[in-house]
């Protein structure tokens, strides 16, 4: 296996080729690596060297976008099956996003919670239960009705 990967990735990068999807790569790089560290490290700084000359040769935008897209895969990938830490993926192949931090669990909604603290409510006023509002509004109503 281990000459078949070197034999592949020679020939792509004689032919100035990138290996395309950078996710497969990233994959045999990281199973080749486990047999042969420095050389499996060799061959990706090789492509990545590569993917960085056609970045920087592309003339439209299209073409750069390629190729960022290219080295981004491969950085996403190489961190996801963690061959190498996520600063050394920063520093040599592309930046990686922050890693997400976990969101806090939503608190449980309480009825009771706040209430008979005081008398007024969240904005100053008083807070009424809605059998105080039902009967005020009825009130407030009939005064209405009879002005």
């Known amino acids: 296996m281990s000459d078949r990967f070197l034999e592949t990735a020679e020939r792509y990068l004689n032919r100035q080729n990138l290996w395309e999807p950078a996710n497969d790569f990233a994959a045999e790089v990281g199973a080749f690596m ?7 490290q060799a061959v ?4 990545v060297h590569l993917a960085r000359q056609k ?3 592309a003339r439209d935008s299209r073409g750069r976008r390629r190729f960022r897209h290219y080295l981004g895969d491969l950085a996403n990938a190489i961190d996801m099956i963690q061959i190498f830490s996520r600063s050394w993926i920063n520093r040599h192949v592309s930046s990686l996003r922050p890693e997400a931090t976990p969101r806090p669990e939503a608190a449980e909604y309480d009825p009771q919670r706040g209430q008979g603290i005081s ?3 969240s904005r100053g006023r008083p807070s009424y239960t809605i059998k105080e509002v039902s009967r005020r509004w009825s009130s407030h109503r009939r005064l209405r009705i009879s002005s």
Do not use: T
């Open 34 to 40: 486990i047999k042969d560290r420095a050389r499996g």
């Open 44 to 47: 990706l700084e090789e492509m």
């Open 55 to 57: 970045l920087d040769a």
């Open 119 to 121: 008398e007024r409510g």
